[in-house]
């Protein structure tokens, strides 16, 4: 119920002043935003102050290069709210990545982490760098780097990062060593997505994916699709993408058309995901098996059963939605889809599994971590994959309860589940002022 008339003055805020309301990214969450507090009537003090971060930190990291000159790149920790618990989200190195698109992801965040039930907040770091580009020195030294710039600001009771798109286990094993050299002691706590030899958990390489698949499966349950047989895409074929195509590889479904950033790849018949796994593990990238060339985008609108785009954000716009042909849309990545184009999918009876419950399990495993972590005791794969199942499809039932009892997508639907979650913390805890 709405407390609060709108203000008459509107204060300045931080999407102005800093232009986030520029980026793409940024106007995709706003505009879902706005549609999910408009159907939960959202209190306007509260919305105004969700809309924007908590916190935006941007560094400059200096890095000593092979050559021996030293290259300065952009670095940002973005914490969007912390009203659950501690923020959480990944570290992304990309090449186009910039604030704006930090800043939705931080708040993508918080939606996950709550329509999860996790007690956790959101938040999101990144460099702006092509990480492919670079050594393993050179990595090594711009993530130590970046690590100490953003050190005033995280912590393993204040926001703990984990890897996203461009960083992985061994990052997070680099993140551990820095912040461990300067405490003078092992401190694991820092970020979550860790090898397990430095006590990370098992499964949590895995849990993204896994979790894409559970949410299809219960998709699949609600509208008679079996997955023994069907048909599905991946762009992407990441961390996200290849555990995802191992689990519908268990379920009998059929991999048609894949892509990656050498581009995209068809094959009407099917392929040998082992064969895809062995092609990547030996020349890093898809590059060169066996079927028909396409550019990658193109993939998305080959027809089938399930498309799960696993790859950069806003990918699926007005253009290409009208040419998407499949009865699942199952969100691995972060923010493929924009508003426009949800319309469009709607209409055309596409069922969407939207971002912040299709990708939640890697978070959710990261939890896990942070919580076995902190007892210094581990769980098996066996009871961490049920309690990842339980929490998933419980926050997709969650999720889909509400869209039918309030007759809205799916994604506002699980936008107002989360939301409200962080809006009834938000009273409780009360304005510090
Ligand atoms: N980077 C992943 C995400 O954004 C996982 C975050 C985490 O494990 O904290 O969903």
């Not at 400059?60 to 030293?70: A, F, I, K």
């Not at 090449?95 to 329509?115: F, H, K, P, R, Y």
């Not at 580009?133 to 710039?149: C, D, F, P």
């Not at 082992?274 to 028909?292: K, P, S, W, Y």
């Amino acid at each position: 119920m709405s407390h609060s008339s709108q203000s008459m003055v509107e204060s300045p805020s931080m999407e102005k002043d800093l232009t986030l309301a520029d980026s793409p990214a940024y106007r995709r969450n706003i505009e879902n935003f706005d549609n999910a507090a408009k159907v939960l009537n959202l209190d306007s003090n509260i919305a105004r102050r969700l809309r924007q971060p908590e916190r935006i930190l941007i560094v400059s990291v200096p890095v000593r290069m092979d050559d021996g000159t030293v290259n300065v790149y952009t670095g940002y920790r973005v914490q969007h709210n912390d009203s659950l618990g501690p923020y959480k989200g990944g570290i992304r190195f990309h090449e186009e990545v910039d604030l704006g698109e930090v800043s939705a992801l931080a708040m993508s965040m918080t939606w996950t982490c709550a329509v999860m039930g996790l007690p956790l907040g959101g938040g999101k770091g990144a460099v702006k760098v092509d990480p492919f580009r670079l050594s393993r020195r050179e990595l090594q030294n711009l993530t130590r780097r970046y690590t100490a710039e953003i050190l005033p600001i995280i912590g393993p009771n204040t926001d703990v990062p984990a890897p996203d798109m461009g960083t992985n286990e061994q990052t997070m094993a680099w993140i551990v060593d820095t912040f461990s050299q300067r405490l003078g002691h092992f401190a694991p706590a820092i970020v979550t997505g860790k090898p397990v030899e430095v006590g990370g958990s098992v499964l949590r390489s895995e849990a993204t994916g896994r979790g894409v698949v559970y949410t299809i499966e219960e998709a699949a349950n609600e509208i008679g699709l079996n997955l023994k047989g069907a048909t599905y895409v991946l762009h992407g074929f990441g961390n996200v993408g290849t555990f995802a195509a191992q689990e519908m590889t268990k379920r009998g479904a059929k991999l048609i058309a894949v892509a990656d950033v050498s581009g995209g790849y068809v094959n009407k018949s099917g392929f040998d995901v082992h064969q895809l796994f062995e092609h990547v593990r030996r020349n890093r990238t898809l590059e060169g098996i066996a079927a028909e060339r396409v550019p990658a985008l193109d993939v998305l609108t080959v027809p089938c059963d399930v498309l799960i785009p696993a790859a950069t954000g806003h990918v699926i716009d007005s253009n290409n939605a009208p040419k998407i042909k499949c009865k699942i849309m199952a969100e691995g990545a972060n923010g493929p889809t924009m508003p426009e184009a949800d319309v469009i999918l709607e209409r055309n009876g596409v069922f969407t599994i939207p971002d912040i419950v299709c990708n939640a399990g890697g978070v959710t495993v990261s939890y896990f971590e942070w919580v076995q972590g902190g007892m210094h005791f581990f769980w098996n794969e066996e009871e961490i994959d049920t309690r990842l199942q339980a929490i998933i499809r419980k926050g997709y039932r969650g999720a889909r309860a509400f869209a039918k009892d309030h007759n809205v997508p799916t994604r506002i639907a699980a936008l107002c589940v989360g939301i409200s979650r962080v809006d009834k913390a938000m009273r409780l805890r009360g304005l510090y002022a």
